[in-house]
């Protein structure tokens, strides 16, 4: 079955950076899109940008531009987040999700990033 | 970007009552709108997609419809474990957007 499984909870300072994880099982995975989700507390969703693991191809929101990187590693399914020039307005759930021409139909269970001094 | 505006923001209705929740993009987004349920302390989850077109398991009391900038998620009959918050998703151009979310709760 599709599984998607993100790494732990994260407790940064402001000004430092964070890498999140997300490994793919149960698929293929260079034929979807990795989608990344911010979600703060108590708030609605926001779609920062995607990776294709099939070619390394990125798309950021603009929002999000020079505030995440992605990147993926085929050998072990698994695509990452860079979220760095951290302050606490980065604090948040953040999702990956499946996706790329179709729905995003499997999530991960999610990751909270805490910025605080 | 495609603005997308959901209304109610907050909706109370009893087990069995029929549910209507809204969402309105601020351009033709040719049908490519899903619907998202998230319950407390979960990850969303995946409810219709293409504006009508249920997702593996979920219960045939959720539907959808719509066309151009109007679209609309229907549950039949509310059960109690309905409640949670659902959110609209526009994949007819990058970026993806979503809408601000309705609340549904039981009454």
């Known amino acids: 079955q599709v599984q998607l499984q993100q790494s732990g909870a994260e407790l940064a300072k402001p000004g430092t950076s964070v890498k999140l994880s997300c490994k793919a099982s149960?698929?293929?995975?260079?034929?979807?899109?990795i989608y990344w989700v911010k979600q703060r507390p108590g708030q609605g969703l926001e779609w920062i940008g995607y990776?294709?693991?099939?070619?390394?191809?990125?798309y950021y929101s603009e929002k999000f531009k020079g505030k995440a990187t992605f990147t993926a590693d085929t050998s072990s399914s698994t695509a990452y987040m860079l979220l760095g020039s951290l302050t606490p307005e980065d604090s948040a759930y953040y999702f990956c999700?499946?996706?790329?021409?179709?729905?995003?139909?499997?999530w991960g269970q999610g990751v909270m990033v805490t910025v605080s001094s | 970007d495609i603005q997308m505006t959901q209304s109610p923001s907050f909706l109370s209705a009893s087990v069995g009552e029929r549910v209507t929740l809204s969402c309105r993009a601020s351009?033709?987004?040719?049908?490519?709108l899903d619907w998202y349920q998230q319950k407390l302390g979960e990850a969303p989850k995946l409810l219709i997609y293409n504006t009508n077109n249920l997702h593996t398991g979920i219960p045939s009391r959720f539907s959808g419809s719509g066309s151009g900038t109007d679209y609309t998620l229907t549950i039949s009959s509310l059960q109690p474990e309905d409640v949670a918050t659902y959110f609209c998703l526009q994949r007819n151009s990058w970026p993806l957007t979503f809408g601000s979310g309705t609340k549904l709760e039981i009454k």
């Open positions: 999700a499946r996706g790329g021409g179709s729905p995003l139909d499997y």
């Open positions: 351009q033709n987004i040719n049908k490519y």
């Open positions: 990776i294709y693991p099939g070619n390394g191809g990125t």
């Open positions: 149960g698929y293929t995975f260079t034929s979807y899109y």
